[in-house]
């Protein structure tokens, strides 16, 4: 199995696979992918670092004083396109991912586990209160 980085907390997360998740990971999946693989490689089949990541995502600046290349990320080329109406970082994907799981009635103590956060953060921090929600008539 391949050395990756434990989570900042040191506990294991478990991470249901949901059925459009399962779909996508099975198209992407290569031939011969092997169950230790990890999921998501660079271009040198090893993983992403912090680095190599926010060269893809957003744009970078390298080179001398005189000279600067601009290497737009996928993310800024979309701002800048106007499919997305802001840059985002890629933080913003969890936010998006907790927000549309607890809004979609996913149960708040599987998806705080899978995240590590807490019901009362998930709550707190990503849910407002639904106007539309009605109580159950029991």
């Known amino acids: 199995m391949k ?18 998740l399962n779909d996508l990971l099975n198209r992407i999946k290569p031939i011969n992918a092997k169950y230790t ?3 998501f490689v660079n271009t040198q089949g090893n ?15 390298c080179g001398a004083k005189d000279k600067v290349y601009r290497y737009p ?8 396109s106007g499919a ?3 840059y985002l ?14 809004e979609a009635g ?4 599987l ?12 709550q707190r921090h990503y849910l407002g209160v639904n106007t539309e929600a009605n109580f159950p008539d029991i």
């Open 3 to 20: 050395n990756t980085q434990v989570t900042k907390t040191g506990e294991v997360r478990l991470f249901k696979i949901y059925p459009k």
């Open 37 to 39: 693989d990890l999921v």
């Open 47 to 61: 993983s992403y670092n912090t680095n190599t990541f926010g060269d893809l995502w957003q744009e970078a600046r």
């Open 73 to 80: 990320g996928i993310v800024t080329q979309l701002a800048e």
């Open 84 to 86: 997305i109406s802001c």
């Open 89 to 102: 970082s890629p933080y913003h994907t969890r936010h998006t991912f907790i927000t549309l799981m607890a």
């Open 106 to 109: 996913t149960d708040l103590l």
């Open 111 to 122: 998806l705080a586990t899978a995240c590590g956060n807490s019901v009362e953060i998930i």
